[in-house]
């Protein structure tokens, strides 16, 4: 061979390898990114090829699919009570993509987890045709049905968690969509798509999950938590707090709505009448840093909780001496999503242990065996047993002989606490009202914590109370849950 001709054929040569390198690349190195990327059609076509897997709540599906026409999609996803459960489920569309339990479990929904492998290949074997796995949620169809009809037209959420377990009984948020009516592909499924995304009361926004708000007076049981936990201080014992509190370092006082009881009044007072005063002062004496350990130690500062929908941030932030008084009385910068809240309340009812939210029991293969079930998991101790039995004690005050007296049930223990936060410019938006609480039946051992909070932007202001308006809510989504 002559010069030339060797080294064209090395070329080429060098040209067949650079080619496998490349092809191999492709097939062994982007391989799952390629099929995955959102814009490889011939994955959401694959995807809705097949009836996709439910959701189930209690052994009853809250979704399906129905099979459709005029499109290369052949089946598309519908939901029963839609706006009831979309804050649990999600969406499914094919034309907007999936989010919520829908996207974290669409390889069990749509049989292609490898999980399913050997389901797959039998079903190809026996000539059947491709199916989906199930997911079981923790969820409680009568505890969502009373949270959503609480809540009714205003704008507001709820979460409820069995405190022993951690498992998410409800999540219910308003106003809610339906998310059936953008599942398929056509030009009105367009129209409803934009029309939610436009909507200023934010349909599509799960509240109780993503949303934060400051906690106002609900807050408190975190700064009685740190008081207990301080030993500077007992239930029963009198704090020295004014009637009146002058912030530290500033000319600003601090009321109470409830006039009279609150000068050197005990905790267990403070927190029966919602004193200001009192949870202010301590908090200042605990100090910011004192305040944020205890803060966390209920999951505040925690940015990664996966329920598996991951919650949004709920924050005690670092705050100069006048600032950190407010946020012990649930203020200033302190903000928190409904279900942190409800994961307060759940620490308090569970002896001081706090469990790890959760909303999917577990995965199911098409032939019904498990493919993974969800253990409950201790996510912190806030308090010792000895304090978190106090603070029973002080939040079932607070519903016997307090602000939260709209919440007893006949015949079931009962801890609360009322919260009115106020937000806005000089505190002039509506203030948003709240409700956290916990119930247990002494007959079947059944328990369950809630919080509720409502945006009623359609009351007077002087109506919005925790006690007037977020109680008799958690009290109906508490009955729900003890099975009354």
């Known amino acids: 061979m002559n010069k030339p001709l060797r080294r064209v054929a090395v070329f080429c040569g060098l040209l067949v390898i650079a080619l496998l390198v490349r092809v191999n690349w492709i097939q062994f190195v ?36 129905a099979e459709t026409s005029g499109s290369d999609f052949r089946y598309k996803r519908t939901y029963k009570d839609g706006p009831l459960w979309a804050p649990v489920t999600g969406y499914a569309s094919q034309a907007f993509g999936a989010n919520q339990l829908e ?75 339906d998310p059936s009516s953008f599942a398929g592909n056509s030009d009105k499924d367009s129209e409803n798509w934009v029309a939610l995304n436009k909507d200023k009361d934010k349909p599509m926004l799960n509240r109780a999950l993503r949303e934060t708000y400051p906690p106002g007076s609900t807050f408190k049981v975190v700064t009685a938590a740190a008081a ?35 000068e050197d009044a005990t905790l267990r007072e403070a927190l029966q009448w919602s004193c200001n005063s009192v949870y202010a002062m301590i908090s200042d004496k605990v100090g910011n840093e004192g305040m944020i350990e205890m803060s966390e130690k209920f999951g505040f500062g925690n940015s990664e909780l996966d329920t598996p929908v991951r919650a949004a941030e709920s924050i005690y932030p670092e705050m100069d001496r006048p600032q950190n008084a407010m946020g012990g009385i649930g203020q200033a910068s302190n903000r928190a999503t409904p279900l942190q809240m409800a994961m307060v309340a759940s620490a308090v009812a569970n002896d001081g242990e706090l469990m790890k939210p959760y909303m999917v029991e577990k995965l199911v293969a098409p032939n ?110 508490m009955e729900a849950g003890l099975g009354r």
């Open 228 to 262: 207990l936990e301080s030993g500077e201080y007992d239930m029963d014992e009198p704090t020295g707090a004014p009637e009146t509190y002058k912030l530290p370092l500033s000319t600003n006082t601090l009321g109470n709505e409830v006039k009279n009881v609150c």
């Open 368 to 477: 019904l065996n498990d493919i993974e079930v969800t253990q409950p998991q201790t996510l912190s101790e806030p308090l010792s047993g000895e304090n978190a039995q106090k603070m029973q004690q002080m939040m079932e005050t607070v519903v016997n002989e307090g602000t939260g007296s709209n919440a007893r049930i006949d015949g079931a223990t009962v801890g609360g606490k009322t919260g009115t936060a106020q937000h806005g410019i000089d505190n002039r938006d509506l203030p948003y009202a709240w409700f956290i609480s916990y119930a247990k039946d002494p007959d079947s051992d059944k328990q369950i914590a809630v919080a509720v909070v409502v945006e009623d932007a359609s009351a007077n202001r002087d109506d919005i109370s925790g006690g007037g308006v977020a109680a008799p809510i958690a009290k109906s989504v």
């Open 30 to 65: 982007e391989a799952d990114e390629l099929r995955n990327h959102e814009d490889n059609r011939r994955v959401a076509i694959e995807r809705y090829a097949h009836p996709r897997g439910n959701i189930i709540v209690g052994d009853k599906a809250i979704t399906g699919s």
């Open 103 to 177: 996207a974290l479990n669409d390889g069990i929904l749509t049989g292609n987890d490898d999980r399913l492998f050997f389901n797959r290949t039998i079903d190809m074997i026996t000539g059947k045709d491709k199916k989906g796995g199930n997911v079981v949620t923790t969820l409680d169809a009568n505890v969502q049905k009373a949270a959503f009809e609480g809540l009714g037209d205003r704008k507001g959420a709820v979460a409820a968690i069995d405190p022993e377990t951690g498992a998410i009984l409800g999540l219910a948020s308003s106003p809610s969509y």
